[in-house]
């Protein structure tokens, strides 16, 4: 069985670019959860997507947005990028809302 | 709306002492509470996780905690630390819908 992978797994881009995050869930799950994780800090929920529909968000601008797709992969878009963009973003797949999340090694962004 | 406070933002212990890492919430509803641990430039892993039943939880690698509905708290804790116990420990709260909430995390340092 195969768990969770995130790619890239460090990322560097200049603030205002635009970057995707790419994340495979564990077979079987058909739920994406996004969570943003700043230096010395919890992760941050962004959002979560279930069978291809955002299910809830975090308080996150619109700037971050997502995709999931027939195989429950899921991308996370973030445009317009901050420098307080800079952070480990997080990838958890699970078989449901609710049920126990399983994460991913995350993406390294670092914005300049 | 949910919170989760670690009371200890680093907590260092000797090789083989008992450690205790405390965590409270506060929710109008009734939750499940997580506790994952992070290694070094990785993801989070469950230790373990309360959803109902026993007070008491037994999770992987020795850890155990408490739920405590009156004093809302669920401290984890270990009879006996390694050094590869040193890692971040983060608490989490979930109402079972699609978000979960999480603490800011303690640093345990395990010294030889």
């Known amino acids: 069985e195969t768990g969770v992978t995130q790619s890239p797994t460090h990322l560097i881009k200049t603030r205002g670019q635009q970057v995707t995050l790419r994340c495979s869930s564990q077979?079987?799950?058909?739920?994406v959860s996004w969570y943003q994780q700043a230096l010395g800090q919890g992760p941050q929920f962004i959002f979560q997507?279930?069978?291809?529909?955002?299910?809830g968000r975090g308080n996150f601008p619109p700037r971050f947005s997502g995709l999931q797709f027939p195989n429950y992969s899921s991308e996370l878009n973030v445009n317009a990028l901050e420098l307080d963009d800079s952070a480990l973003y997080l990838c958890?797949?699970?078989?449901?809302?609710?049920?126990?999340?399983?994460f991913g090694p995350g993406t390294r962004l670092t914005v300049t | 709306a949910q919170s989760v406070t670690q009371l200890d933002s680093q907590v260092p212990v000797f090789e083989e002492a008992p450690v205790e890492l405390r965590c409270n919430y506060s929710?109008?509803?009734?939750?499940?509470l997580f506790w994952y641990v992070q290694y070094p430039n990785q993801g989070l892993q469950l230790l373990l996780k309360?959803?109902?039943?026993?007070?008491l939880v037994k999770g992987i690698n020795g850890f155990e905690a408490e739920f405590n509905k009156s004093q809302t708290s669920f401290h984890l804790r270990k009879p006996s630390v390694h050094i590869s116990d040193t890692a971040e420990y983060f608490c989490?709260?979930?109402?079972?819908?699609?978000?979960?909430?999480f603490g800011a995390g303690t640093r345990l340092f395990v010294k030889a």
């Open positions: 958890a797949s699970s078989s449901g809302t609710g049920y126990e999340q399983y």
């Open positions: 077979s079987g799950h058909n739920t």
């Open positions: 997507y279930y069978r291809e529909e955002e299910n």
């Open positions: 929710s109008s509803v009734s939750v499940y």
């Open positions: 309360y959803l109902s039943g026993s007070t």
């Open positions: 989490a709260v979930d109402t079972g819908g699609f978000k979960t909430i």
